[in-house]
């Protein structure tokens, strides 16, 4: 089943860490693409100087944050990548949880034409490495933009689920298996201060 409100609506740092090895799916052009999530972040704004509610900084961008917990955040970096979210926490708190990196599991020829333009056969053994690596690349390959900020996690176009067999696909055996999951400090926030020191990155090989 999906995954409800109530995971959402908990401290950031345990939903980023439980996130891992859950599926992401979109549903595009009536097609479900789904990904594995492998890499997350934790972002909590009223302690977090990463975040980019920091102190309870509320702007244009920052508005999607304060919303209930299970919605999409979704922001643009250097005018060219998009990022997603999902937000956590009771609404209003400013906390949400960075989607770094995952691994195709539904429909890839769809994911890889989003991400590539070309079919699966075509790809390098570098696009093929560099495939869903990336908070960008992964908004890339299931056609996530702006246009989805806001979107609730509890719909029928974007969620979350435990297992593939919920919308018709097969759970691979490997997924199966414990996660190791690994611990870091986050990527790219060198100017956050003392936030940057903070073991807020999950991740599986």
């Not at 345990?14 to 097609?31: D, F, H, I, P, T």
């Not at 917990?69 to 400013?94: D, K, Q, S, W």
Request: proline share 4%.
């Amino acid at each position: 089943m999906k995954l409800t409100q109530d995971f959402y609506n908990r401290d950031t740092r345990q939903v980023a860490r439980e996130l891992l090895g859950k599926y992401l799916v979109r549903v595009y052009n009536g097609v479900p693409l789904a990904v594995r999530i492998s890499e997350t972040e934790a972002y909590i704004g009223r302690m977090d100087k990463a975040c980019h509610a920091y102190n309870y900084r509320r702007t244009q961008r920052t508005e999607t944050l304060f919303a209930p917990p299970g919605t999409a955040y979704i922001y643009l970096i250097y005018g060219m990548y998009h990022c997603l979210n999902f937000v956590t926490e009771p609404e209003g708190e400013p906390c949400a949880v960075l989607i770094r990196g995952g691994q195709a599991r539904g429909n890839r020829d769809f994911l890889v034409r989003n991400r590539y333009g070309k079919d699966s056969a075509q790809l390098t053994a570098y696009q093929k490495k560099n495939f869903l690596n990336g908070p960008g690349k992964l908004c890339k390959a299931l056609a996530l933009t702006r246009d989805q900020n806001g979107l609730s996690l509890l719909g029928n176009e974007l969620f979350l689920c435990d297992r593939l067999e919920e919308i018709g696909l097969v759970t691979p055996e490997g997924d199966r298996l414990p996660l190791d999951i690994q611990i870091s400090k986050r990527i790219g926030i060198d100017y956050a201060e003392e936030a940057a020191d903070f073991l807020w990155r999950y991740y599986i090989d």
